[in-house]
């Protein structure tokens, strides 16, 4: 595995950078979206569950808005939320949000795509 702690500066810069590209809003905010959604992976992994799920939260709410409720990117940060919530022993909150990211990637991905098989 990487050094998660070297990342942390790495993903700051990538984002700062992201920023001052000169490309169509739209593209700016899904390239600086996904960045944002990698950096709450990092922080996960670095043990700063509160950090990392307030991230997600944020990717999420954003992620609904550009993709849709039901769009793939969605429903991955949805799991990776349910996942920190979990690392967090939230596990009810886990579970819940777990259970309606799976509903909805059946729906989307079908029921024999492996991210849907329990």
């Known amino acids: ?27 700016v905010e899904k390239k600086l979206l ?9 922080l996960s992994r670095q043990g700063k569950y509160s950090d990392a799920a307030e991230l997600f939260r944020s990717c999420l709410e954003k992620e609904k808005v550009l993709y849709g409720e039901n ?25 819940e949000l777990l259970a309606v990211a799976i509903e909805k990637k059946k729906i989307v991905l079908g029921p024999e795509d492996a991210a849907t098989i329990k």
């Open 71 to 95: 769009g793939i990117n969605t429903l991955n940060t949805m799991t990776n939320l349910a996942g920190t919530l979990n690392l967090m022993s939230r596990y009810d909150e886990a579970v």
């Open 34 to 42: 996904c960045l944002k959604c990698n950096y709450a992976g990092v």
């Open 1 to 27: 595995m990487g050094d998660y702690y070297k990342s942390d500066a790495h993903f700051k810069r990538a984002i700062a950078i992201s920023k001052s590209l000169p490309e169509s809003a739209k593209d």
